[in-house]
């Protein structure tokens, strides 16, 4: 667009044409995004159950004063944001090594990166159920291996023990999430400008310092947003903990509490409450992230100017 | 969801009207052998009576078929007239199901066990008839006792002494992954099943009372669950804190056990022709709790109910009838090893050549207990899941049963309003 903006009759019948084709799509959203949010934000402040919808009634902020005063929901967010914190942690961590290694030249690399993709592939639910196997106590093949090789000398209740449960879960998890977390940060890596790595090979840098003063800034931006994309998955984590470990109080995140309180308690008011503390958690912790993120690229970006 | 539910059912409605007048849609499991079962039997009738039959898919999980069941029933779908129910839903689906009384003749309702009909009896209401029944049972290893010539327990005392025996020798023989007693441990509706033999068995109680009064916390419960901690770890692996059915029979049927609690189900597959111990089974009603004790087995199994907004419910009570008759109940037991509500077929010798362990099996009938399903009501889940998170806290030894049975019973208690539910 070059010049003052003038609202010709092109231009307007532009806008009508764009308005026009986003409408079917927009329709959509309102229809499968838009429309159940907000029937879940106005169950929360029923009393509706799942016997008699229609005779919901409106009672204000009750649902969520219960939700608040729950100890086992507290226990739900613990869970939810310990569960959180370490399987991102380990996921960027390993994820940023495994991308660095495959992004080096050698031989059999393009098949690498197509099997280090693999536990990605296989659908949660599959994997849970595989894994809920594997860490059977008694005939799975994790505790085989380990007493095998001498590191225990008992068998270990993996998923029973209250104490290993979450970390059966959280290492299901990085096993299964850290491909993706590759796959961001190897995208990353191949889009930093090879000149800047050609200087510091003039300047007779260390590989070490190359990494931490060339690759590491340059990446904070990629980092960022694998963390931030691993994060609201793993806050909204259902599939895996309902599979390996199913209600248990000790691994219960968030999301599992409000199915429990949907589905088998038939308590839409409750759930549809906890759902949206869901939503409100989740929003609430992006948007410190989001802040933080952008507080220091801005900071790394002052002082590089 | 309710949308798309109405809409289905809107053009199911089309496609019914579009069939002959006498069209009766019914919802059946697909678990094994179910779906192939209840549509022999469906299609007899409607071949018998000149009817239609329309079969509807539910999913196999009983919670999502639960919450399915009552969307439908919430928005008064005429969509499915017969529901295929489980044994604790009664009380929970009582006001959206017809009463079969007129139906049925008292003769017929006396063929079945009587804990089953009261069971889905509601406030005088007969909402649906018993159709097949599963109980608890506790399965040994014949091979086991024989050798160390010791018979099969009368109390979980017994038990538990005959499991530590036998585990200890074969260790010191060198089978290590021999454990004693496997059952569901996992905290799940399982766990509140379990548990509740345990505690019915030593004159516990079952959790709430008939009356609604809560009597969980109570010295012979809390007996029953303390001793039933001292199992885990010793006699029974850690991990039977995650064991289901499946990881129950599992260690069972690899022949890693010596004593395991499950369904009739297990039966069969652990006889399976590729089973390590095959025919190295014996069944035997669960131990008693102490000497004043009773063997008791909970309740399980399913029903079939007529929805209260059936077009044409004498068709639907009909079709109900007749597949929760003695003769179509006989096929099922024989061509699926399904146990019959009908006490007279454990003595019908084909049934019992089909399937030899079930002329055990009425003992352990007559001695059923229900879960608090009736009483409970739509609150039955919660109090299931509160009981089962308690028993699993002792299991896991996080305080003892004292601690936690009083604990309990004043969530009981903010659940059902004092008793008042």
Not at chain 2, 60 to 68: E, G, I, M, P, Q
Not at chain 2, 94 to 103: E, V
Request: net charge neutral; glycine share 8%.
């Amino acid at each position: 667009m070059v010049g003052p903006p003038r609202p010709d009759r092109p231009a307007r019948r532009r806008a009508g044409t764009v308005w026009l084709l986003l409408a079917p799509m927009l329709l959509a959203l309102l229809l499968v995004a838009a429309w159940p949010l907000l029937r879940t934000l106005w169950f929360s402040f029923t009393d509706a159950t799942l016997f008699d919808l229609s005779a919901a009634r409106y009672v204000g902020l009750a649902n969520f004063a219960l939700l608040l005063a729950d100890p086992e929901w507290w226990r739900s967010v613990r869970n939810t944001l310990v569960f959180t914190a370490v399987s991102v942690a380990l996921e960027i961590g390993l994820g940023f090594a495994i991308a660095l290694v495959l992004n080096r030249e050698f031989p059999g690399r393009g098949p690498l990166r197509a099997a280090v993709l693999i536990p990605w592939a296989i659908p949660t639910v599959v994997s849970a159920k595989m894994w809920g196997w594997m860490f059977h106590d008694v005939y799975g093949v994790v505790n085989a291996i380990l007493l095998q090789l001498g590191v225990i000398g008992a068998p270990v209740a993996w998923t029973a023990s209250p104490d290993l449960a979450m970390a059966a879960l959280i290492a299901v998890d990085v096993w299964k999430t850290t491909p993706f977390a590759v796959l961001l940060l190897l995208a990353g890596l191949q889009m930093l400008p090879q000149d800047y790595y050609d200087a510091a090979e003039v300047d007779g840098a260390s590989a070490l310092s190359k990494f931490v003063r060339i690759t590491l800034p340059l990446m904070k931006p990629s980092l960022a947003v694998a963390a931030i994309f691993r994060a609201l998955d793993a806050m909204r984590m259902f599939d895996l903990v309902y599979v390996l470990t199913g209600s248990n109080r000790e691994t219960m995140t968030m999301a599992v509490y409000a199915r429990q309180q949907l589905f088998d308690f038939q308590d839409f008011g409750v759930g549809s409450a906890a759902s949206t503390l869901l939503f409100l958690v989740i929003a609430l912790v992006t948007a410190i992230y989001l802040t933080m993120v952008r507080l220091r690229l801005s900071e790394h970006g002052a002082l590089a100017g | 969801m309710t949308k798309f539910l109405m809409l289905a059912a809107a053009v199911c409605g089309l496609v019914a009207q579009g069939a002959a007048a006498g069209t009766v849609s019914i919802s059946c499991s697909a678990l094994g052998k179910e779906y192939e079962l209840c549509k022999g039997g469906a299609q007899a009738w409607a071949q018998k009576t000149g009817n239609e039959v329309r079969f509807v898919s539910t999913p196999n999980s009983a919670t999502d078929r639960l919450a399915l069941y009552l969307q439908m029933m919430a928005a008064r779908s005429p969509d499915v007239d017969v529901f295929q129910i489980d044994v604790i839903w009664p009380g929970l689906l009582a006001s959206h199901l017809l009463d079969l009384t007129p139906y049925v003749r008292p003769e017929v309702k006396a063929q079945h066990f009587q804990t089953i009909v009261d069971n889905d009896t509601v406030d005088g209401h007969l909402v649906a008839m018993p159709w097949f029944v599963d109980a608890g049972l506790l399965y040994y290893r014949k091979d086991l006792l024989e050798k160390y010539g010791v018979g099969v327990p009368e109390q979980w005392t017994d038990l538990a002494a005959t499991a530590q025996r036998i585990q200890d020798a074969e260790h010191k023989a060198g089978n290590q992954r021999l454990w004693g007693f496997v059952f569901q441990g996992r905290a799940y509706e399982g766990l509140t099943v379990d548990a509740l033999e345990w505690i019915a068995s030593s004159g516990g109680g079952t959790i709430v009372d008939g009356s609604g009064k809560i009597t969980v916390n109570n010295p012979p419960a809390v007996a029953a669950l303390d001793l039933a901690a001292g199992w885990v770890g010793k006699i029974a692996p850690e991990g039977v804190l995650a064991y289901g059915e499946e990881e129950a029979r599992g260690v069972f049927q690899s022949g890693d056990a010596v004593f395991m609690r499950n369904w009739p189900y297990a039966w069969a597959l652990a006889n399976a022709p590729d089973s390590p111990i095959r025919g190295k089974i014996g069944v035997a009603p669960l131990p008693k709790g102490g000497p004043d004790g009773r063997h008791v087995a909970t309740l399980g199994g399913q029903q079939l109910a007529v929805s209260k907004y059936s077009p044409h419910p004498d068709l639907a009570a009909d079709l109900v009838l007749y597949l929760a008759s003695a003769a179509e109940q006989k096929r099922r037991a024989i061509e699926g090893s399904f146990n019959p509500t009908i006490a007279n077929l454990y003595k019908d010798p084909e049934i019992l050549q089909a399937n030899p362990f079930m002329g055990q099996l009425d003992a352990v009938f007559a001695n059923m207990v229900a879960r608090p399903a009736h009483v409970t009501g739509s609150k039955y889940n919660r109090v299931s899941v509160a009981f089962f998170s308690a028993v699993h806290a002792i299991l896991s030894h996080r305080g003892d049963a004292a601690t936690n049975l009083a604990a309990l019973e004043k969530a009981l208690n903010a659940i059902g309003r004092n008793g008042r539910w």
